[in-house]
C-alpha cells in the first residue's frame, strides 16, 4: 500500500493502516514531515507556522491522538483563550458569547441586530443557484453581517474572498442547515441533538488544543510510529496501473547505475506500480493501492497511466493564494492591548494589510519568554496577494504598523520569523464541486487510487486529520477485497 505526501494526512492515513495490519509506504518529497504544520522553538519562543490548533470535531481525531501515545502532551487553552476579537473602528472588538451580548455589542448597527431577528423569516433558496459566500449570507443576514463578519472570517478561515468562494463548498453546512430547517437560527437550534448523536461538534464549539511542544508533535510521533515505511526525499515520478500480476506488494528495484537489489513479499495481482527518486537513485515498488495525499496542483503535474484515460489537469486550475506567516514577539509592557484570547480577524472594509493575528502566547502556555508575548499574523490570501511575497523587512514594518494602531504596539520585536508559502490554501470557490466531481469518478475508474486531503475534504486540520482516517477505512476493504 503506497502512500504519496508525508503530511498530516498521508501520516494519519498510513498509521490507522498499520494499526489495521496493512503494510504501507509513505513517499514523501521533502526531508521532513507534516507539511505546512511547522513548530520551532527559538530563545524561549515556540511559534507555529501553518495551524496553531487542532478542532476536536470529530471523536476520530481524539483516538488518534490516543492510539499515538500522545493523550499526555495534549495541550489544552489557557483559561479565557476563547475571547475572539473582530475589528471595528479600527479598534478590536470581543465578539458576543451570548445572546444578550449580541444585542448589546458595538461590532453591529441596531439595523444589522434587527436583520438577524428576521433571519428565520428569510425563505430558503430552491432554485438550485450556486451561491457564493456573500450572495447568501447578504440574502439571509444583510450586507452589514457580510462587511464587518463573515468577510474577517473567510480570511482567517480561507485567507478568501467571500464573492468567490462557494457555500455550499466552503462551508457546506450553512447550506445544509438552510436546506433542512429553512434557517441557520433554526439549524443551529434542532440541529444540535443530531450532531451530538453522530459525536460531531460544529467547529465553532468544538474543543481545541496543541502539544506541549507544538503541533509538530503529532506528525513527528506518526512518523516515529511509522518507523521504516516512512521514506524521506522519495519524490514520486510516476504512477502506473497495472492490468495482471507484474510484481509483489513491496517489490522494489533500485537503480543507482547497474546494481538492482529486490526485496520479496507476499504476491498482490494488479495494482499500482510507483517509481519514486530518492538520494539521486530511481526506486520502483509494486503496491495493492495508492492514496494520493499531496497537492492538488502537483497532482495535475504528476505523470499518472492508467487503464482507462483519465485528466488530472483540470486540478491545475485550483487557486491556492500566496500568505505570509509572520511570527513576532514583543516585550509585555510594549503591547497596550491586553492580548488575553484568541486573536483578532480584520474585514477588509477596515484597510488594514494585515489580515489578523492570533495572540499565540495567550493560547498556550510557555509559547513565549517570561515578560513578552507572541502574535502570529497573516499577509496576502486573495485580498492582497502581492503583499505576502514581499522581502522580510518590509513584511515586518507592514505588520508592526498595522500592529501599533490596532494593539498599541510600540518598540522593536524581541523575536521575528518568517515564512512565504507561495501556494497555501485551495480555494472552494464557485464550482469546485466539478473538481470533486471528477474526484469521484477518477476513483470509480482507476480502482485502487485513492484521492485524500485538503483539496477535497475540508482545509483545516482537523479535516485533514478525518481525511486520512476515513480513506485509510476505504483502502481496507479494497486491499482486503483484492
Not at 515578560?371 to 496576502?380: A, C, N
Amino acid at each position: 500500500m503506497a502512500i504519496i505526501g508525508g503530511g498530516i494526512t498521508g501520516l494519519a492515513a498510513g498509521f490507522c493502516l498499520q494499526r489495521k495490519g496493512v503494510p504501507v509506504t509513505v513517499y514523501e518529497a521533502s526531508h521532513r514531515v507534516g507539511g505546512v504544520i511547522e513548530s520551532i522553538r527559538e530563545g524561549g519562543y515556540l511559534a507555529e507556522f501553518g495551524p496553531n490548533t487542532i478542532l476536536e470535531t470529530s471523536p476520530r481525531i481524539g483516538q488518534l491522538v490516543r492510539d499515538a501515545g500522545l493523550a499526555g502532551r495534549r495541550l489544552d487553552p489557557a483559561p479565557g483563550a476563547e475571547a475572539r476579537y473582530v475589528v471595528r473602528y479600527g479598534r478590536p472588538v470581543a465578539m458576543p458569547g451570548s445572546p444578550l451580548g449580541f444585542f448589546t455589542t458595538r461590532l453591529f448597527t441596531a439595523k444589522a441586530k434587527l436583520a438577524l431577528l428576521r433571519e428565520p423569516f428569510v425563505p430558503p433558496r430552491r432554485d438550485g443557484h450556486e451561491e457564493s459566500v456573500a450572495e447568501f449570507v447578504i440574502r439571509r443576514l444583510g450586507r452589514e453581517f457580510l462587511d464587518h463578519a463573515i468577510d474577517a472570517l473567510v480570511a482567517g478561515v480561507y485567507a478568501g474572498d467571500p464573492y468567490k468562494l462557494s457555500v455550499l463548498q466552503a462551508f457546506p453546512k450553512l447550506g445544509q442547515l438552510e436546506a433542512r430547517y429553512g434557517s441557520l437560527i433554526k439549524g443551529q437550534i434542532f440541529g444540535a441533538r443530531e450532531r451530538k448523536q453522530r459525536g460531531e461538534v460544529a467547529k465553532d464549539r468544538a474543543p481545541k488544543f496543541s502539544f506541549d511542544e507544538g503541533l509538530q508533535v503529532l506528525p513527528d510521533t506518526l512518523r516515529e510510529r511509522l518507523g521504516e515505511a516512512v521514506r524521506l526525499g522519495a519524490r514520486v515520478i510516476r504512477l502506473m496501473q497495472r492490468d495482471r500480476t507484474e510484481g509483489n506488494e513491496g517489490n522494489e528495484e533500485v537503480r543507482p547505475e547497474a546494481s538492482v537489489s529486490r526485496l520479496t513479499q507476499r504476491p498482490a495481482p494488479g495494482g499500482w506500480t510507483v517509481e519514486a527518486r530518492q538520494d539521486g537513485r530511481e526506486i520502483r515498488a509494486e503496491h495493492s493501492a495508492v492514496i494520493y495525499a499531496g497537492t492538488a496542483y502537483a497532482l495535475a503535474e504528476m505523470p499518472i497511466q492508467a487503464q482507462a484515460p483519465l485528466s488530472f489537469a483540470p486540478f491545475a486550475e485550483i487557486r491556492y493564494p500566496p500568505v505570509a506567516s509572520v511570527v513576532l514577539g514583543f516585550r509585555r509592557e510594549d503591547v497596550a492591548h491586553p492580548c488575553q484570547g484568541f486573536g483578532m480577524l480584520i474585514p477588509r472594509i477596515e484597510g488594514f494589510k494585515i489580515l489578523g493575528a492570533i495572540f499565540s502566547s495567550s493560547l498556550f502556555p510557555n509559547r513565549a519568554p517570561a515578560g513578552h508575548l507572541m502574535l502570529t499574523s497573516y499577509v496576502g490570501g486573495e485580498r492582497s496577494p502581492e503583499l505576502a511575497s514581499l522581502p522580510s523587512p518590509e513584511l515586518v514594518a507592514l505588520t508592526c504598523e498595522d500592529l501599533r494602531v490596532l494593539l498599541g504596539v510600540k518598540g522593536k520585536p524581541t523575536y521575528q520569523h518568517i515564512v512565504f508559502y507561495p501556494r497555501a490554501i485551495p480555494q472552494y470557490n464557485l464550482g469546485y464541486g466539478r473538481y470533486r466531481q471528477l474526484m469521484t469518478d477518477i476513483e470509480r475508474q482507476a480502482p485502487g487510487l485513492f484521492l485524500a486531503g485538503h483539496y477535497r475534504d475540508g482545509i483545516s486540520l482537523s479535516d485533514s486529520i478525518v481525511s486520512g482516517c476515513n480513506v485509510a477505512d476505504r483502502v481496507e476493504k479494497h486491499v482486503r477485497i483484492i
